[in-house]
């Protein structure tokens, strides 16, 4: 089993940057993949960006993000460590974010953690 634990959330005006972390840690021999995602109020939930485990040059974002949003991954000896580095925010990125990670195997993300809210005001 993994565990995912995000930190990083907040509340910034319209322009400004968080970054978002995210530890797996347990099972984390067999994950192929990491992703955020995030989900505002009354919407579905999205996929704002992902990256393999084995492979840093995997990175991709979500149209909506592209440009503002960067995705990266460090593996340490116990965890694997997300990263989602958010600049040029917008009100539209309010959202609660989730970190989630992709057993090998697995064709859709199969461990999520509690998530973690940001707050864009204009």
């Known amino acids: 089993q993994v565990q995912l634990v995000e930190s990083g959330g907040g509340s910034v005006q319209a322009g400004g940057s968080l970054r978002l972390s995210c530890v797996a840690s347990?099972?984390?021999?067999?994950?192929?993949?990491l992703g955020w995602f995030r989900q505002a109020p009354g919407k579905e939930r999205e996929r704002v960006a992902s990256?393999?485990?084995?492979?840093?040059?995997?990175?991709?974002?979500a149209d909506s993000v592209k440009g503002r949003f960067t995705v990266s991954r460090e593996i340490t000896r116990n965890t694997l460590d997300l990263f989602l580095r958010m600049n040029s925010l917008k009100p539209e990125d309010t959202a609660t974010y989730y970190c989630?990670?992709?057993?090998?195997?697995?064709?859709?993300?199969?461990?999520w953690g509690q998530g973690t809210q940001v707050t864009v005001s204009s």
């Open positions: 989630a990670a992709r057993r090998c195997g697995a064709v859709t993300f199969t461990n």
């Open positions: 347990g099972s984390t021999y067999n994950q192929c993949s």
């Open positions: 990256i393999d485990v084995d492979n840093d040059n995997s990175a991709t974002v």
